[in-house]
């Protein structure tokens, strides 16, 4: 039995919510002003103040002299993930905004984790009826388009130890078949894309292209989300086409020099 996605409390604390994410975006990205924070979260300046306050206080962050906020010892993962978390969004951003602007389906941007992948950027589209912003949140690697792209990149080996033996593993029920899983990898890594057709969420269609590094290695998926109701297979190409050229955009902004000391 495959285990159940996150879904969002029946009676959600919207304050909780906010600290939340607050914590997630120092943590993952080095580092945030009161107004950069507040525009993120969308909220006031003051709320993103107290929110801000409250990490301090409970050692989640610490405000450095140049006023901006960062992870605190609660949080001391931060260091890495600057250096490649926080580049990748920053770079990606404009060129998620222009796949929206294309498309008017909301672009994501994800990054992988063993198992699992992060929503690092997302941008809504403007359709009434549109896939909602993940940013954030946290999904089954094998149940997401990006996730199934960054698993292809993995040989059997590396693939093994990603789902080790059930013995090892807090789930035992959530190891894949390997052979099958391998089966579809190795076609997505073909193709060079790969469509997820209701398998994270019902209702919900992705497709997406890896984004990769001046070495090759593929560092993050870049993905657009739609309602499946609007989904035209025909379409398909011109989806990938898209995504392709905002993928090779961002590689490209990726190895420019000029954009190395650029923070989100």
């Known amino acids: 039995m495959d285990k159940p996605l996150k879904t969002p409390p029946p009676y959600p604390i919207a304050s909780v919510d906010h600290a939340l994410r607050a914590a997630t975006i120092l943590q993952m990205e080095g580092g945030a002003t009161v107004a950069q924070l507040a525009e993120r979260l969308e909220v006031a300046r003051s709320t993103a103040h107290r929110i801000l306050a409250m990490l301090v206080y409970r050692d989640f962050a610490v405000q450095g002299e140049d006023r901006v906020y960062r992870a605190g010892p609660v949080l001391e993962l931060a260091a890495h993930s600057q250096s490649l978390v926080s580049r990748l969004r920053t770079v990606a951003l404009p060129h998620l905004n222009r796949v929206v602007d294309l498309l008017d389906e909301t672009a994501n941007l994800i990054v992988r984790t063993g198992e699992t992948v992060r929503f690092i950027a997302g941008v809504e589209c403007r359709q009434a009826l549109r896939v909602g912003s993940r940013e954030g949140m946290v999904f089954p690697a094998r149940r997401t388009t990006a996730g199934l792209l960054l698993l292809a990149e993995l040989d059997d080996e ?107």
Do not use: C, I, W
Not at 234 to 243: D, F, G, K, P
């Open 158 to 264: 590396e693939l093994k130890e990603v789902y080790a033996p059930e013995g090892e593993r807090d789930h035992p029920a959530d190891r894949p078949d390997l052979a099958q899983l391998r089966q579809e990898l190795v076609l997505m890594r073909r193709n060079g894309f790969a469509v997820n057709r209701e398998r994270s969420e019902r209702g919900l269609v992705a497709v997406g292209v890896p984004v990769r590094g001046p070495d090759g290695t593929a560092l993050a998926g870049l993905s657009v989300s739609l309602p499946s109701v609007r989904y035209d297979p025909q379409r398909l190409r011109s989806l990938v086409a898209t995504l392709d050229a905002a993928a090779h955009a961002v590689e490209r902004d990726l190895g420019d020099p000029s954009t190395a000391s650029v923070r989100g």
